[in-house]
């Protein structure tokens, strides 16, 4: 609900704001009353500044402090939490007193945050204001902005659930074994669902294994015949090897007996 609508609707038909000279002592400042319809304009209406206002305001300006405003955070409810902004005093009587508020508002109507700030914006370090200043006038009935809240973009998550043990096919819920989780369908995730086959040829699920045997065969097919010289060499060594076995068989066999006899005395 509009914070308009909760001035129309209310027994209250304004809202007090209340400011303060540096110090925490707030004292009323004007009110916050509805303008026209419903969907009219808040205004700002203030109080003129007294003798009192306008000597607090000069010391203010010597100390360079903060200028206050606050007010509820309910429009219904006077005693309700305080919303509180501030603007330097220097920088409000540099401007003319020429003020500008907004107002936050949430879902509920309620006052979160104010904003309060000169209407050029301009409050830079270093900036002088006339002591005192030459008009103590605030703006009788200024336009007050009213900032309505703004829904956010919605984020949809997906999430993984573990499959079900007690059901198997069918997800399983935060709830435990034997919840299935229900889809977009109204169905249980995996609910009627039949694994899916693998209509591939047997070539192609294994063409992987064989690659490499593949592979190998062509090495050993493009490996080059032996010519005639290592067909010659390669007997020849043979040969010399059968030969030096042989002789050292015989070598062995040539070899006499060597038996113990009878010990003489």
């Not at 703006?139 to 829904?151: C, E, F, H, R, T």
């Not at 040969?239 to 042989?246: I, K, R, S, T, V």
Request: proline letters at 9%; aromatic letters at 6%; glycine letters at 8%.
């Amino acid at each position: 609900m509009p914070l308009n609508s909760v001035l129309t609707t209310s027994s209250y038909a304004q809202i007090v704001v209340e400011h303060a000279f540096g110090d925490d002592v707030f004292t009323p400042a004007g009110e916050l009353v509805l303008q026209g319809p419903a969907d009219g304009p808040l205004t700002f209406i203030r109080e003129a500044l007294t003798t009192q206002h306008k000597q607090a305001f000069t010391k203010l300006l010597a100390q360079d402090g903060f200028y206050k405003l606050r007010l509820p955070s309910k429009a219904e409810a006077s005693d309700s939490p305080k919303v509180l902004a501030s603007v330097r005093a220097r920088c409000l009587a540099s401007d003319q007193f020429q003020e500008q508020l907004s107002l936050h508002v949430n879902e509920h109507a309620q006052v979160i945050a104010a904003d309060y700030s000169t209407a050029s914006g301009v409050c830079r370090p270093g900036l002088q204001a006339p002591t005192p200043p030459s008009d103590w006038q605030f703006p009788a009935d200024a336009k007050v902005d009213v900032v309505q809240p703004v829904a956010a973009p919605v984020l949809t998550m997906t999430r993984a659930f573990p499959m079900d043990p007690l059901n198997p096919g069918m997800a399983q819920s935060a709830n435990g074994p034997g919840q299935g989780v229900p889809g977009a369908d109204g169905k249980a995730a995996g609910q009627g669902d039949k694994p899916k086959v693998d209509e591939r040829s047997w070539l192609a699920r294994n063409w992987m294994f064989l690659v490499p045997v593949a592979l190998v065969l062509l090495q050993l097919m493009a490996a080059p015949e032996p010519t005639a010289t290592q067909r010659q060499a390669a007997g020849r060594a043979a040969g010399a090897g059968g030969a030096g076995a042989g002789a050292s068989v015989a070598r062995g066999a040539a070899r006499p007996a060597v038996t113990a006899g009878p010990k003489r005395r």
